[in-house]
C-alpha cells in the first residue's frame, strides 16, 4: 500500500521560511514524478511544483523564485522550500506522485497523479 505523508506545516509571518516533507511508504517507482499542490480555503487545488527522477522541475509562475523543490531519489522523499512568504501562499499543501513514468511535461507530471498524501497546512499571515 503506498503513502505519502506530508509534514512541516504551520503558522508563520509574511517574508517568513517553511520546509515541507513528504515522506513515502510503499512507494517503489525508481523513476517517477512527484509534485506540491495546494487548495486555499474556497479556491481549487493548484499546482505548485513538480520534479521527477532526473531532476527536471517546473513551478507555478506565483512561487517562482521564492519555492524550491527537491527530492531524496534513494528515499523518494520530497521536499518544497519555500521562503518570503506571502498570505496568498496560504493553504493545504498536498504532495502527489505519479505511477512510475517520470516524465514533466508543459509543467507538470505528464500522466497524472495517482497517489496523493492528505494534506499539512500552512497559515502566512500578514
Known amino acids: 500500500q503506498v503513502q505519502l505523508v506530508e509534514s512541516g506545516g504551520g503558522s508563520v509571518q509574511a517574508g517568513g521560511s517553511l520546509r515541507l516533507t513528504c515522506t513515502t511508504s510503499g512507494y517503489m517507482y525508481s523513476n517517477n514524478c512527484m509534485g506540491w499542490h495546494r487548495q486555499a480555503p474556497g479556491k481549487e487545488r493548484e499546482l505548485v511544483a513538480v520534479?521527477?527522477?532526473?531532476?527536471?522541475?517546473s513551478y507555478a509562475d506565483s512561487v517562482k523564485g521564492r519555492f524550491t523543490i527537491s527530492k531524496d531519489n534513494a528515499k523518494n522523499t520530497l521536499y518544497l522550500e519555500m521562503s518570503d512568504l506571502k498570505p496568498e501562499d496560504s493553504g493545504v499543501y498536498y504532495c502527489?506522485?505519479?505511477?512510475?513514468?517520470?516524465?514533466?511535461?508543459?509543467?507538470?507530471?505528464?500522466?497524472?497523479?495517482?497517489?496523493w498524501g492528505k494534506g499539512t497546512l500552512v497559515t502566512i499571515s500578514s
Open positions: 502527489a506522485g505519479d505511477s512510475g513514468f517520470g516524465m514533466v511535461v508543459a509543467g507538470t507530471c505528464h500522466y497524472g497523479f495517482e497517489y
Open positions: 520534479i521527477n527522477t532526473l531532476g527536471s522541475r
